[in-house]
C-alpha cells in the first residue's frame, strides 16, 4: 500500500511538472490602482528617460545621456537605472560609457543590445579633455560602444560593454532580424541638430558582426535628415526603410534597394519625429504590414538651418500610411487631431494606439538660441493623449473622449512603453544641454514617471488557464481556457475572445524600436451549461518575419478587456535560424447547448462535454489528485 501511495504522490508532482513546463504563470489582476483615462505619477526614474524598455514582467529599464544627474553610482553621476514596477522605484545602473542618442532592441535569446551614442563630455555637454574616462562624469566615449543587457526581475544584473563597432554611430537605428540578430542602420560621427556629409555614416551593420559595414544610397542621399531612419521588419523579410522624404525596400541579404514612392506631406524622421507605428498583423488581414506615420514637419532639406526661429514652425497634422509588400504608394488617413512633433505610439493590447506627448510648434533638438524657449526648439506641449482605433470608419479614427491631460509636458526626450499590466509607462523630457531644474526654467529635466490607465484599466481581467510559455512558427496548436467570470458572464462573449502578442520595443526619439503586434489564429468551443469556454489558438505563422524571435507580451481579451500581460518567448529562445512548422488545422468555431448552435449541441458527446475544455495537463493532476485523496481518506 506504502508503494501505492508513492507512486499516487510521484505522478502527482510529475503532473504538477508538466503543467510548469508548458504553462506560462497564470496572469491575475492588477496591484496599480488607477483611474481610467487618466495619468498618475507613481514615481521618479532617476535619471531621465531618454530611452527605456520593459526587459522584465517587473522591470523598465531607463538610459539617459551623461550630465549631472543627482543620483551617483561608482563615483559619479549616474546615467542609466532601472525602475521596478512592483515598486515604482528606481535604482541606478552603469552603462559605462555614454549612450547620448543610441539605438536598441532585443535579439533573439532576450538580450537587449544598446549601440552607440555619443564622445564624452563635461559640464554642459561640452567635449571632455580625455575620451577615456575621467573627469567630473567618468563616461568614455560611447559612439563605437556595444553595451548588453540582460534583464533580471531583481537588481542583480546590469550593463556589459561588449566590443566596439567599427564605425561611431550617433543616432543609429537597430531593428531584429529573422534569426534574431539585429541590423544597425546609419547615425554620424558627432552629432548635432541635423547630419551633414562631414560627419555622416550612411552605411549599416549586423550584430553580431557579419563583417564590414554595408554602404546605403538611402542614408547616403538624405541629409540632412536621415538620422535614426525609420526601420521595419516585413513579412517579406524585406526591411522597409523611410529616410526625409525618400522611403525603400531593403534586402539586408543582397544590399538591393528598391526605391518607393516619396513621403508625401512632411518629414517624419528624427528631428521632425513624427509619431510611427506597424498595425496590427491579424488573420483577418492575412499578416499583411501596414505602417502609419502622423505628424512630423513639412520642412524641407535647405529648411533645417537654426537661423530662424524653428520653434515658432507648426507641426504636421498629416497621416500617411503604406503596405510596401503590396504597393509602392502612400496613402493618406485621418489627420491628428492636433498638430504634432515627437509624438510617441503605444499600441494597447485592444489593438488600438495610444498617442501621448509632444509639442504643437518645433521640433526635437536643443541649443543655446535666442529664440529658443530656455533651451528648446519646441514649444506648445500636447498635454491631452488621443487614440487611433485601426478597426474604426475613416474619419472617425482618432478620439480623446474619456481621457484626461497629463500636467508634465513631455518634449524632447520623453519616451513610452506598454506594461503588462496594459497600463502605459510614460517617463523623460528634458530638451536641455546638462541636468537643468529650478524656478523659471520652462521645460526642466523631468524625472516624474507617470502611468496612464486605459479604459479597460479597471474591468475584472480575464485569467486564462493554460498560456505557454514559449510560441512556436507553425506546429501545433495550444489551448487557453476561459472561466465564467473570464466570459463576463455569458458564453458568447468568447466570440469576441483574441490572443495577441505585444513585443513593446525599444522607446527613444519618438519611436519604439521592435514594437509590434501580432494577433494569433484562434477558433473557439463554447459551453452553455457552465458557461464555460476553450480557445485552440495556432502558433505563429510559419515566418519568423511575422515577429522576430525574442521576449514578447501576450494577452487574451475578451470583451475588449485583456488579461494581464505574460511574458513569453518567441521562438527557441536562441539566436540563429528558427524551426519552422506547417500551420496547423483549428476546429471550427462552436457554442455547445445553445439554441442557435450551428453544430453539435448534444452535450452527452465528446465535443459538447464541458470538460473539453479543460486542458490535458489540468486533467491528469485533477485525476491524480482525486487518486491521492482517496489514498488518504482509506489510510494508505
Known sequence: MNTLRTFAVTSLLLAASVDVAFAATTPGQPTQKGTAGEFLVVGDSVVSS???????????????????????????PAYASAFDLDSNTARPMDIITNAFCAGGNVMGDGTWL??????????????????????????????????????????????????DMTTQRWYPTVETLPDGTLIILGGCQNGGYVNDRYQDNPTYEFFPSKGAPVHSNI???????????????????????????????????????????????????????????????????????????????????????TSWPIVEYGASTSCQ?????????????????VARSMANFIFMPDGKIFCVNGAETGTAGYGNDTWAIGQSYADKPVLLPTIYDPEAAAGKRWSSAGLKASTIPRMYHSSATLLPDGSILVSGSNPNADYNVGEGIAYPTEYRTEK??????????????GIPDSIAYGGDAFEITLDKEDLFGDVKKVESAKVVIIRTGFSTHSMNMGQRYVELESTYYGYQSNTTAVLHVNQLPPNPSVLAPGPALLFVIVNGVPSVGVQIMVGNGKVGEQETK?????????????????????NDSEDGNPDAAISLSHKLMATYILLLVSLVQFGL
Not at 520593459?54 to 549631472?68: H, S, T
Request: proline fraction near 10%; charge should be negative; aromatic fraction near 8%.
Open 452 to 465: 496612464f490607465f486605459p479604459s479597460y484599466y479597471n474591468e475584472r481581467r480575464p485569467e486564462p488557464q
Open 114 to 163: 544598446n549601440v552607440g551614442g555619443n564622445q564624452a563630455v563635461t559640464y554642459g555637454g561640452l567635449q571632455a579633455e580625455s575620451q577615456n574616462g575621467g573627469g567630473p562624469y567618468d563616461d568614455p566615449d560611447g559612439r563605437n560602444s556595444l553595451r548588453t543587457l540582460k534583464p533580471c526581475s531583481d537588481d542583480k544584473c546590469d550593463w556589459e560593454i561588449v566590443g
Open 219 to 305: 542614408l547616403a542621399t538624405t541629409l540632412p535628415v536621415n538620422l535614426y531612419p525609420l526601420t521595419w521588419l516585413l513579412p517579406s523579410g524585406k526591411i522597409l526603410v523611410q529616410s526625409n522624404y525618400d522611403t525603400v525596400l531593403l534586402d539586408h541579404e543582397t544590399g538591393d534597394e528598391k526605391p518607393l514612392d516619396k513621403m508625401p506631406d512632411a518629414v517624419r524622421t528624427y528631428p521632425a519625429s513624427a509619431g510611427t507605428i506597424m498595425l496590427p498583423l491579424t488573420p483577418a488581414n492575412n499578416f499583411t504590414a501596414t505602417v502609419l506615420f502622423c505628424g512630423g514637419t513639412n520642412l524641407q532639406s535647405e529648411q533645417w538651418v
Open 321 to 337: 500610411k503604406i503596405s510596401p509588400d503590396v504597393s509602392p504608394s502612400y496613402t493618406p488617413d485621418d489627420p491628428l487631431p
Open 50 to 76: 531618454q530611452q527605456l524598455f520593459l526587459g522584465a514582467e517587473n522591470m523598465v529599464y531607463v538610459v539617459d545621456k551623461v550630465e549631472n544627474n543627482p543620483a551617483q553610482i561608482n563615483g559619479h
Open 582 to 602: 506547417e500551420y496547423a488545422s483549428l476546429p471550427s468555431s462552436n457554442i455547445f447547448g445553445s439554441s442557435g448552435s450551428s453544430g453539435n449541441s448534444n
